[in-house]
């Protein structure tokens, strides 16, 4: 089954610990894509990745890292998190680049105390 | 700066009435535009997509509209059931980059 995973569904950490937060397609899509999700906010673009190595900013790339060392892979990090980071996450996969539908994961809940 | 928003934030339609959801874009630029679907719980699903060079695209109870000329973005559902219960983005895309803009939602709500 075409999907994009992600892991964990759900997390609480305290400040400063550094997480990861994981993101797999087994469609052999080129383009990845993290998104952060708050009320009032809609959809904001976190960070993005054309294909293996080429990762780019997206809208809201502070405190954020990534890195795409394989296809399917697109890894979120939080080096040090904030109470401010606490949201809902969303990873995506296209085939080519954002011109093309994005299939989103079922998103990771993040709570940062 | 370059935004997509929308209109009404909710939006309250009797059963089997029609639905119009609407979306305004302020990047002339954008040539891309898509329409999603986010169930409570779940992630945003795509619905419906238009490029710029057309101005209305038809999908199975669904029509997107697109008036370039005010950069307005328009999603409407027919006879709307109580599944199509959610909350609707638009999102628009340029050539020149690859970012994704979204705008900040309309939840439809399904009166009986």
């Known amino acids: 089954e075409a999907q994009v995973t992600q892991n964990p569904r759900y997390l609480i950490t305290v400040t400063g610990k550094k997480l990861t937060v994981t993101c797999s397609q087994n469609?052999?899509?080129?383009?990845m894509s993290w998104y952060r999700q708050d009320p009032g906010l809609g959809l904001r673009q976190i960070y993005y990745?054309?294909?293996?190595?080429?990762?780019d900013k997206g809208d809201v790339p502070e405190g954020y890292k990534v890195s795409r060392k394989e296809k399917r892979n697109f890894p979120l990090i939080l080096e040090s998190p904030s109470p401010n980071q606490t949201s809902l996450y969303f990873c995506?996969?296209?085939?080519?680049?954002?011109?093309?539908?994005?299939?989103f994961g079922p998103g990771t809940r993040l709570t940062v105390l | 700066g370059e935004s997509v928003g929308l209109h009404l934030p909710t939006l309250s339609v009797q059963e089997g009435d029609n639905s119009i959801i609407n979306c305004a874009y302020s990047?002339?630029?954008?040539?891309?535009f898509i329409w999603y679907k986010q169930e409570s719980g779940k992630g945003p699903q795509f619905i419906i997509d238009i490029r710029s060079n057309m101005d209305k695209r038809q999908g199975q109870r669904v029509t997107v509209l697109l008036n370039k000329t005010v950069k307005h973005l328009s999603l409407q559902i027919a006879a709307t059931q109580p599944g199509d219960s959610a909350v609707y983005f638009c999102a628009e895309n340029t050539n020149r980059d690859d970012k994704i803009i979204f705008g900040k939602g309309t939840r439809l709500h399904i009166l009986p």
């Open positions: 995506a996969s296209s085939l080519n680049r954002g011109l093309d539908t994005q299939y």
């Open positions: 990047n002339s630029a954008s040539d891309y």
């Open positions: 469609m052999n899509h080129e383009y």
């Open positions: 990745s054309m294909n293996v190595e080429v990762t």
